[in-house]
């Protein structure tokens, strides 16, 4: 269940740490965190998790993250590790970095 948004909550969408978390001869699932801020405070992390089929490259939200009811800090670590993976190459960790 998403928690309730407060009025001046954001999260930081355009630097994404992404850290893979288990992997078997299907997939990979991977761990995407971003800092929270209320009101230009950070509130501290908060994360969700993912998976990539090794075989077609399929991104499936498994854990949303909270306060990303765009998925806009999703679409963008699932892009990351799609690119990677487009090279063969699933990795151990990796970053999502706008600009």
Request: aromatic share 10%; with cysteine; glycine share 8%.
């Amino acid at each position: 269940m998403e928690s309730i948004r407060e009025p001046d909550e954001f999260l930081d969408w355009m630097c994404i740490g992404i850290r893979r978390e288990a992997e078997d001869s299907e997939s990979a699932t991977y761990r995407f965190t971003t800092e929270r801020y209320v009101s230009d405070i950070s509130t501290g992390p908060v994360s969700g998790v993912f998976s990539i089929g090794k075989k077609t490259g399929a991104i499936t939200l498994v854990i949303p993250m909270p306060g990303d009811s765009e998925k806009r800090v999703f679409i963008r670590a699932a892009q990351k590790i799609g690119r990677h993976w487009s090279q063969c190459n699933l990795p151990e960790t990796t970053v999502y970095v706008a600009g």
